[in-house]
């Protein structure tokens, strides 16, 4: 009996784990692959495609737009890119907003 204990820490999921996970067969996960190369880039190893946490989100966001919200796949890559953008967008600002409470620590700190 195999072990098929759920953990969450686990760094890569093959093909046949996340198609299992998001309900799906393996080939749809393979076309999306080709058809999503800027999102979805998994590891190659012998030849077994192995997807890391953040690319499941990924799929899972695609299948989300495809099946429940009814987008083309030209859509769905239209959508994926806004998403990449805001959240780059967030990004950098919070980094703005780190850089600026630090520099105002240093100028309190060098006052002293």
Same mark, same amino acid.
């Given at each position: 009996m $195999?072990?098929?204990k759920t953990n969450k820490s686990k760094r890569y999921y093959t093909i046949g784990?996340? #198609?299992k996970l998001l309900e799906l067969e393996p080939h749809v &996960? %393979? @076309?999306w692959e080709k058809? @999503? $190369? %800027?999102y979805i $880039?998994? &590891?190659r190893l012998s030849g077994r495609r192995l997807y890391p946490s953040e690319q499941i989100e990924v799929f899972k966001k695609i299948k989300? &737009?495809? /099946?429940?919200? !009814? /987008?083309?796949?030209a !859509? #769905?890559?239209k959508k994926l890119s806004t998403f990449q953008q805001e959240s780059s967008y967030d990004f950098k600002k919070?980094?703005?907003?780190i850089r600026d409470d630090l520099l105002k620590l240093y100028r309190i700190l060098n006052k002293n």
């Open positions: $195999k072990n098929e784990e996340v #198609a &996960l %393979r @076309f058809e @999503f $190369k %800027r $880039k998994p &590891l989300t &737009l495809l /099946y429940e919200e !009814g /987008y083309t796949i !859509g #769905a890559k919070i980094l703005i907003e």
